[in-house]
């Protein structure tokens, strides 16, 4: 299609394209069933005595302040600082759309697990100057054919104002945080074909002010914590009981419900989503906080409940000699032990998710 052609179409209404997620629903229920995390300290803090975290960071609007131009998402020292502190303490990763190395280089913690890409790209904390330890690739041909998206789309939209194509490695974002309303529509619609293009392999999904085109594997952020709560297999690296550990996520997007829900299905009080939202909305959250400022004052507010002995730490972990039973691997939750390969899942059909919103376990539907 000649590009004047393309402007036209792009130029014409394109109500049957509009995007169904802004505005997020609010409901009134919201603050009574996830309460302030900062509010309720004294509740998370009964709940927690005794227990080793561990701790799982999104990080844009949650460890970062969401910015017009993504290229500039930083944090704050004194936020690296926090996260730093808490992952002395406790088995801490981040979990991020963009790519590992990307929000790597925004993070800048070697100590640290990441998974970029949603998750579709984990690796352990550095074993030396270089390198992270890879731990899980659930699609590992998505980097060659995400290539040829990112051309696409980047040629696509060249003629919408405000539209910006980001490389995630293992799935492209197309953001419109900066156009106009009457172009949203206009972006859908390039993300749309971009999937209808190969649709056995592509997906679409949606976040904050982006459009998303991810491989279609079963796996998301939820699953991605699961993959590193095995990994670091605490009960068995530290002789700890079922009930004595409690994982702790914090995200700020419809895709971190998947998250919040695997702790939802956890153990009653050995799980809990924290969302970063200043507005009610459905989710599957326990707690909550307003924004980055506050995720900072709660991660502090975690360190100082191991450093006074309220809760367990890796160091008192490895000093309780629990370690034993894990055949003295006890100081491996940091050295990114237990390496596994990609899993080839091309084509792993996940036609079964869901098209719909499912509010009722706040998981996103996908327009695949
Ligand atoms: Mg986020």
Redesign the pocket.
């Known amino acids: 299609m000649a590009r004047s052609d393309r402007r036209r179409r792009l130029d014409a209404p394109t109500t049957h394209h509009r995007p169904t997620l802004i505005p997020v629903p609010l409901i009134p229920l919201t603050q009574t069933h996830h309460p302030s995390a900062i509010e309720s300290f004294d509740r998370f803090r009964a709940v927690a005595q005794g227990k080793l975290l561990t701790v799982f960071l999104?990080?844009?609007?949650?460890i970062s302040d969401?910015v017009s131009n993504p290229d500039k998402a930083y944090m704050t020292d004194e936020m690296r600082d926090a996260v730093s502190r808490v992952a002395s303490l406790y088995p801490t990763a981040i979990i991020?759309?963009r790519s590992r190395e990307k929000v790597y280089d925004f993070v800048r913690l070697p100590q640290l697990y990441y998974a970029g890409s949603h998750g579709l790209d984990i690796v352990g904390p550095k074993c030396d100057d270089d390198n992270h330890v890879e731990l899980h690739q659930p699609a590992p041909w998505a980097p060659a054919v995400m290539d040829r998206v990112y051309l696409w789309c980047k040629e696509a939209v060249s003629d919408i104002p405000g539209a910006n194509v980001e490389h995630n490695k293992f799935c492209v974002s197309v953001h419109y945080r900066n156009c106009e309303q009457k172009w949203w529509g206009a972006v859908q619609d390039v993300v749309h074909r971009a999937v209808a293009a190969d649709p056995k392999r592509l997906k679409k999904a949606e976040?904050?002010k982006v459009f998303e085109v991810k491989p279609r594997v079963a796996w998301d952020k939820g699953k991605a914590l699961s993959f590193l709560l095995g990994e670091l297999d605490l009960r068995r690296r530290y002789g700890y009981a079922e009930g004595e550990i409690m994982s702790l996520y914090f995200?700020?997007?419809h895709?971190?419900e998947d998250a919040f829900h695997e702790l939802r299905e956890a153990p009653k009080e050995c799980g809990a989503g924290v969302i970063?939202s200043t507005v009610p909305k459905p989710t599957n959250a326990r707690f909550s906080v307003r924004d980055p400022g506050e995720v900072l004052v709660f991660l502090n507010k975690l360190a100082d409940l191991a450093e006074s002995g309220v809760t367990k730490s890796l160091c008192t972990s490895v000093a309780s000699g629990g370690a034993k039973s894990a055949g003295g691997r006890g100081e491996g939750v940091k050295t990114g032990e237990g390496v596994k390969t990609g899993e080839d899942a091309p084509g792993g059909s996940d036609s079964s998710d869901p098209v719909a919103e499912t509010t009722n376990r706040g998981r996103r539907g996908e327009a695949a």
Request: charged share 40%; proline share 0%; glycine share 24%.
């Open positions: 999104d990080y844009d609007g949650t969401i991020s759309g976040g904050r995200g700020d997007d895709t971190d970063v």
